[in-house]
């Protein structure tokens, strides 16, 4: 799990002065914080399917805010190279046959009103799959 390593990530930066990673690094820590002092937190919620959804929402909201400061014609030089680190910490996202498969190993019926199920089943194999692959691969199926 990411959180427990992140520490030594963190120490292993600064003795590196490597600023942009440790700024990545302190970010997913207070990430990680946040949610494990949110209301109704349990730790079993905390699991690596979590981190991982937690990291993907911070890559995404970082890819919105690059492609804004570009848009405004602002140097995003810094920002590209802290999101190129973030996504170190990201599994490789999972093919859409590998994903077609899964569905088809589940015994759930492909279709959309069972999209919830089937999303669960996939990412309980494979963490880094998201809504939007699972669900072309259920649209490939049907």
Known sequence: MIHTEINKHIAGAMKGHDADRLYVLKMMKAKFLEFQTSKGFKEEDF???KEISIIQKMEKSWKE????FEQAGRD???LKAR???LQEYLPKEPELDDIVAMIKASGIEPQMKNMRAILAHVQAQ????TG???SQA???LQ
């Open 47 to 49: 699991n690596d399917a």
């Open 65 to 68: 805010e690059a492609e804004l």
């Open 76 to 78: 995003v030089a810094q």
């Open 83 to 85: 999101l190129a680190l």
């Open 126 to 129: 494979c963490p880094a799959a």
């Open 132 to 134: 939007k692959l699972v």
């Open 138 to 140: 259920l649209k490939q």
